[in-house]
């Protein structure tokens, strides 16, 4: 189990329980207790006293296995993974009584004080090497942790912080409801449980048991709903929101047509309704909230979801009086309304099937063909950043690495499938895209020893990637976004304005990243935002970058707001830079702008030297993020 006992456990010299096996007058097996002379974990087991030989930290957490070995008569601790006392000729008696936690017995007597998590009961005895993967969360060897506390800061693998950006100190809070959908058996009748401990459990509704309504899922196993099936979950106050904000997150695998709406996750008691799933408008994702009769529209998405594949729609309200709604697909915002003024809460009446996965409470109830897997219900607002990292860790939405080492294309490996084409047209020192076992001479073979295996090599002329634009990586920058490079120049490029990357329309719309004025060796970095009237520009104090040697720079930047400058990262560190420019809102858009990588779109920017691993985010990063990124270089798992 891990424990984290408080300081008032020790306030009086009788130990306190964590687990017992007794029966109300107390007669069974005392297994785990604290002490605090000396401050160790002990056990009754065999009738006397047996301490860990490892001492017991107070408000913190620590990782706390017992083991019995019923062939050899011996009782060993483990702390934290390591290997702590071993009693032998224990002689473990046998005992009925029900299981305890936090209790010796039924009295008040050596109660424990403090915080109990993932407690773990085997019928076997574990070796050392096994104890070790438990307290590693199953991994022979781990190497960092899932996200830090709120501090930003420090490492924490709590499941309750798995739902928060590391290094982010944004509010950040696990769902009210929680449907993993892992139970993996059961048919109509059956319980589908909330792990968010809200006990918000559904039953499921019309489901038989041939065919199996159980199908792999994105993560576990899921449910297959065939036009007539759903979860039916009372309402509570956790799923009640006044006029406060919520978000919903569904994962769905379908190849349904959606002739009609097509509901994943529906809430309604008349005329109150909040349903998202597919609209019937083009197979794309819906999101609807109500709070009276047909107040608003639903906003739809753009990306068909009938595919066959897992996509994780987020639907997100916030606001009441001046509310935003917004509608992502796979961490990708696709679409947004606002303000909207509502005039009634979002509350629910009493009633079965009032909220349900499946369907909506209302005839005819939208009923969808679709695998449903993962759903979550938060009652607060999740930010972009929020939203990208539960989908996938906060992966980019795009990422080109430049490591097929041959032909021309460049595969996006972000899994949004943007891929790019590399074109040498031959007017510089590059003769051809080539191959990097090839002769010296083209993109590919001067690029062979990148940062990370091959990048591309741009000889400062003509040479580009394109990629052809798409919703995934449009307007990254709004409401935040971040673009990470390696990046080798040799100077800083045609026309003393080496393109790293452009989303312009080489005029007037859209961002540039380049480099610029060489100076002892060194260049600066810079960052161009289109605004409304003219443009705001922002450049590293002093030259910074140095030439003929590979570094690592990030940009971060949320265009929202004027107010708002960019953050400029080299090597992980934050660099000084000054402003230009005085545009005003709104930031112009870059739709339709192809994205070139080396270049600008007419082809008069070469950057000179090697590009690798270009990542870009539809969020900002944090620090810690940047920071991870760059020393990915240093640690690298294929």
């Excluded at 097509?262 to 709070?291: E, L």
Aim: charged share 15%; proline share 3%.
């Amino acid at each position: 189990m891990w424990a984290y006992p408080e300081a008032s456990s020790l306030e009086t010299s009788e130990m306190r329980t964590l687990f017992a096996q007794q029966d109300g007058a107390g007669t069974g097996q005392s297994w785990l207790q604290i002490d605090d002379s000396p401050v160790q974990w002990r056990s009754y087991l065999g009738g006397s006293e047996k301490s860990s030989g490892i001492t017991a930290s107070i408000n913190t957490w620590q990782h706390v296995v017992l083991v019995y070995d019923d062939s050899a008569n011996t009782l060993t601790w483990y702390v934290d993974g390591r290997e702590g006392a071993t009693h032998t000729s224990v002689g473990v008696e046998s005992a009925t009584g029900n299981f305890i936690l936090g209790a010796a017995k039924a009295t008040t007597a050596g109660r424990y004080d403090g915080r109990l998590d993932e407690v773990n009961i085997f019928n076997t005895a574990l070796t050392s090497d096994q104890v070790v993967l438990l307290f590693n969360q199953s991994k022979s060897v781990s190497m960092g942790s899932t996200s830090t506390a709120s501090d930003g800061t420090t490492a924490d693998n709590s499941t309750a912080r798995e739902y928060c950006i590391p290094g982010d100190t944004t509010s950040c809070a696990g769902p009210v409801a929680e449907y993993k959908l892992d139970e993996n058996t059961g048919t109509s009748g059956a319980v589908i449980y909330d792990t968010s401990g809200n006990n918000n459990t559904g039953t499921m509704t019309s489901f038989s048991a041939s065919p199996s309504p159980w199908k792999p899922g994105k993560h576990g196993s899921s449910l297959q709903f065939n036009g007539s099936q759903y979860v039916a979950i009372a309402d509570s106050d956790s799923l009640d929101y006044g006029t406060g904000d919520f978000t919903i997150t569904v994962w769905v695998k379908t190849t349904e047509t959606c002739t009609d709406n097509k509901v994943y996750w529906g809430q309604r008691y008349s005329p109150t309704t909040i349903w998202t799933g597919c609209d019937a408008t083009g197979n794309v994702a819906g999101f609807d909230a109500d709070s009276s009769v047909s107040s608003f529209s639903a906003i739809r998405g753009t990306t068909a979801i009938n595919d066959g594949k897992w996509h994780q729609i987020t639907a997100v309200k916030t606001g009441h009086a001046s509310a935003y709604v917004y509608l992502y697909v796979d961490g990708v915002l696709e679409a947004s309304a606002g303000p909207r003024s509502y005039s009634g809460d979002f509350n629910f009446g009493a009633g079965a099937g009032i909220n349900s996965i499946g369907r909506l409470n209302v005839n005819p109830y939208y009923y969808p063909v679709a695998q449903i897997d993962h759903v979550r219900v938060y009652n607060y607002a999740r930010t972009a950043a929020q939203v990208a990292w539960e989908h996938n860790h906060g992966g980019p939405v795009g990422w080109w690495q430049f490591d097929e080492c041959t032909g021309v294309n460049a595969y996006d490996s972000s899994g949004h499938d943007n891929h790019g084409t590399v074109t040498e047209p031959g007017a510089g020192t590059n003769v051809g895209v080539g191959i990097c076992t090839g002769s010296a001479g083209t993109m590919r073979s001067d690029g062979s020893n990148g940062k990370r295996n091959a990048a591309l090599d741009f000889d400062g002329a003509d040479d580009y990637v394109v990629v052809t634009d798409a919703t995934a990586i449009q307007n990254i920058f709004d409401r935040g976004g971040a673009v990470t490079v390696w990046i080798y120049p040799r100077s800083d490029g045609e026309g003393n304005l080496g393109r790293i990357l452009d989303k312009t329309d080489s005029v007037t719309e859209g961002w540039v990243i380049n480099v610029r004025e060489e100076s002892a060796g060194a260049v600066k970095l810079w960052l161009g935002q289109e605004y409304t009237g003219n443009d705001r520009d922002w450049v590293t104090t002093n030259a910074v970058i140095p030439l003929n040697q590979w570094s690592h720079i990030a940009v971060v930047y949320d265009n929202s707001s004027t107010s708002n400058d960019p953050v400029f990262y080299l090597n992980g560190k934050t660099v000084s830079l000054s402003e230009q420019g005085s545009g005003n809102l709104p930031a112009k858009s870059d739709a339709g702008n192809n994205l070139y990588i080396g270049n600008r779109s007419n082809g008069q920017r070469t950057f000179d030297g090697m590009l690798d691993e270009v990542k870009m985010f539809n969020y900002s990063l944090t620090a810690h993020q940047v920071l991870v990124d760059y020393n990915e270089g240093a640690v690298r798992f294929e």
